[in-house]
């Protein structure tokens, strides 16, 4: 399961996991019933488990769940707190930390996702506190700092990499044909033959456009930019992929009105070489390179990590829903 290192929206952020409240404590002989898992001599403590669980469950649609059924929730969100526990202590290991400012903008960014005003509510929906928020985008940034200074920076690109990736991927690279085309676009049948008379006498589509088209892009000479096939309404393909640069259509009747087009350029199908698709073939292939990196770091810690899991507190855990918060403060 690999962790994202973008921002997540803040409804997936409240399923995702900090690590718990649990103190070090080194396992046992008899496993301690408060505690669901041991990593690396680190507790998971069955209560914020427990809490974790009833918001996911609460998030789904179903009210009530058999215990087969919250099995496989269980051993999800158990690996998802191991990894993460990892994760945090190997950046604690390589003194990674974040500030309460890196802290204060995460959470700025994330309750700018949602309409002022709605951002406690959000929280509220997900049973989650304001302090509780802030402990996970502070793990989360953790994560991504560590990603980012010790895993990604050992990432490297080379030249017969890039032209490997390039030729494997050549049917991506394909540019369909486009056209750059204008309308004009009114209500009625009788003004848009008073449209065509005028285009006919000589004034400029673009005049005629700013004048008389009730579309959006009429304050712009009713300019539609470059499109492929497939982009715009099928009734405007049809007409302009059949006009030659320069030709304005017959009145063309559609569910918004009835519209005049005007071709000003062509662009053919072609295939764009290697030093135009250098910068894809780059941002491709290193997104590709850092998560095998990623994924390979996680699998490191944890083939080497210590981790026991006690079956029987795991077992007797039922999942239900999780006290909502006091106040989103």
């Known amino acids: 399961m690999r962790l994202s290192p ?15 409240s649990g103190c070090n404590t080194p396992p046992k002989s008899t496993p301690d019933p408060t505690v669901v898992a041991t990593v690396n001599g680190e507790a998971l403590s069955r209560a914020d488990f427990e809490q974790e669980l009833g918001r996911e469950l609460a998030s789904t649609e179903a009210a009530q769940r058999t215990p087969e059924e919250i099995e496989p929730f269980k051993r999800t969100l158990l690996d998802t707190y191991i990894q993460r526990m990892l994760l945090l202590q190997a950046a604690r290991k390589n ?18 996702d949602y309409p002022a005003g709605n951002f406690n509510e959000v929280l509220a929906q997900g049973q989650l506190s304001l302090a509780e928020l802030r402990a996970r985008e502070a793990s989360r940034l953790t994560i991504e700092k560590l990603f980012s ?8 690109l080379t030249e017969e990499e890039l032209r490997a990736y390039y030729a494997v991927h050549e049917s991506e690279l394909h540019e369909a044909e486009q056209v750059h085309a204008a309308q004009i676009v009114v209500k009625g049948l009788d003004e848009a033959r008073r ?16 004048r008389y088209s009730l579309s959006a892009d009429a ?4 300019d539609l930019g470059f499109f492929p096939r497939g982009q715009m309404p099928p009734a405007f393909d049809e007409v302009v992929f059949k006009l030659g640069v320069g ?27 290697f030093a135009e698709a250098r910068q894809w073939v780059e941002s491709k292939l290193l997104e590709e390179k850092r998560a095998q990196a990623q994924d390979a770091f996680v699998k490191e810690l944890r083939d080497k990590a210590q981790v026991q899991v006690n079956e029987a507190t795991l077992q007797a855990i039922r999942g239900q829903p999780a006290v909502v918060p006091q106040a989103a403060k």
């Open 6 to 20: 973008t921002r997540a929206p803040l409804l997936s952020l409240v399923l995702t996991l900090a690590v718990g």
């Open 95 to 112: 003194n990674i930390t974040v500030t309460p400012e890196e802290v204060d903008r995460g959470v700025l960014r994330l309750s700018g």
């Open 149 to 156: 200074h010790h895993v990604y920076s050992r990432v490297a």
């Open 195 to 210: 449209v065509q008379a005028q285009l006919k006498s000589g004034k400029k589509f673009a005049d005629l456009a700013r």
């Open 219 to 222: 304050k712009v000479g009713g």
């Open 247 to 273: 030709q304005v259509s017959d009145v063309v009747s559609t569910e918004y009105g009835y519209h005049l087009f005007k071709v000003l350029e062509r662009k053919p199908a072609r295939k764009r070489d």
